[in-house]
């Protein structure tokens, strides 16, 4: 399908302007309950674009070796906080009309595994938005610093109280 813009003169678009309308926004928190600022910043922001959410709830996977090499299919997942309260920042993105991905990802280094996802999605924006009362300061801050070194897209941290 032609898609036709009109565009005042002297104006040239970017292509990388054109395919950030295509590329999604990413919400991440850090096994907690996602902070509400960060929540409607995400949800605002894929509705005013059109673009998909994809809903990052990364865990830490605490690895033991002597499990992990005698009995793999025995090893529990972590308790995931606040499960609920991320399905439901998923729900009500979906409520408005937002094409909504869940994901549930347990890494020894969440924060690795996030840039991993990032760099595959492609995402326009990344939110990071773990409920701040939850999360230490310093895993946030050492956490965004990393993303927006590895990553091209813009990044968005809850800010402080």
């Not at 950030?20 to 509705?47: G, H, M, N, Y």
């Not at 793999?72 to 909504?100: C, F, N, W, Y």
């Not at 999360?135 to 050492?142: E, H, Y």
């Amino acid at each position: 399908m032609l898609k036709t813009i009109d565009l005042p003169s002297g104006f040239a678009p970017s292509y990388a302007a054109v395919d950030a309308q295509r590329r999604p926004v990413i919400l991440a928190t850090l096994s907690v309950r996602i902070d509400q600022e960060a929540e409607r910043f995400a949800l605002e922001s894929a509705l005013e674009t059109g673009a998909a959410l994809i809903i990052a709830n990364m865990l830490p996977l605490r690895v033991y070796p002597v499990t992990q090499a005698l009995a793999r299919d025995k090893m529990s997942l972590p308790h995931e906080e606040d499960l609920e309260a991320v399905r439901a920042t998923a729900q009500r993105a979906a409520q408005l009309g937002i094409s909504t991905e869940l994901l549930r990802v347990t890494s020894p280094r969440p924060l690795t595994a996030l840039i991993e996802i990032a760099l595959e999605r492609r995402p326009a924006l990344v939110v990071l938005g773990p409920d701040r009362r939850l999360t230490p300061r310093w895993l946030l801050w050492r956490g965004a610093r990393n993303v927006r070194r590895k990553l091209d897209c813009l990044v968005w941290i809850v800010p402080p109280r």
